[in-house]
């Protein structure tokens, strides 16, 4: 595995993504099972957050402590189905800024359009997630970074559920600067630019839609 790549191999990450690529799981079940290994995906998105030590009293002594540095957290969601991502990270780092990407995939040349663009004013001085659930071409995550690295972040961490070998390879010719932490690398895209074995459509899985 590369520094560009983080797999996260870890069981309970891997028995939750199981029940997700089922097709009988329920939307309901579906989306509470995003939430939950959104937050496991999140520990290892974070895990170079930077700290500061600040002194506390234990009921035992006085410590030296870590802490966050400030709220130096953005959230960026590539909408739709980012926003399954969104909530869990939220849990744990409620202080995050959020902004929002809206993208969606040209049916025919599988590239992106853009439709919406809210983004914190002052990315320059965060990390950034960024959060899709599926890296399949790769397309509209590297477009989406296009946009956030415009608006000033330098610092980016892109976290999905599923990534495509192609998309990981098109987000390293891209952003090479760019860290993936996803829970699984797939086999391939198949013609209709799905990942294999894949969970089907994301979005549509996530709210219900066909
Ligand atoms: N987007 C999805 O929702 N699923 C895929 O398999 C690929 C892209």
Redesign the pocket.
Known sequence: MSDHLTIVTHPLVQHKLSIMRDKETSTSKFRQLLREISMLLAYEATRELPTHNVKIQTPICEMDAPKLEGRKLALVSILR?GNGLLDGILELIPAARVGFVGLY?DPETLQPVEYYNKLPSDLQDRWTVVVD??L?TGNSSAAAIDLIKQAGATNIVFMCL?A?PEGVQRMKEAHPDVRIVTAALDDH?NDH????P????????MFGTK
Do not use: N, Q, S, T
């Open positions: 189905a995939r659930p599926m399949a599923l495509a895209l630019g799905y990942i294999v894949g969970l089907g459509d994301a979005g549509d899985r």
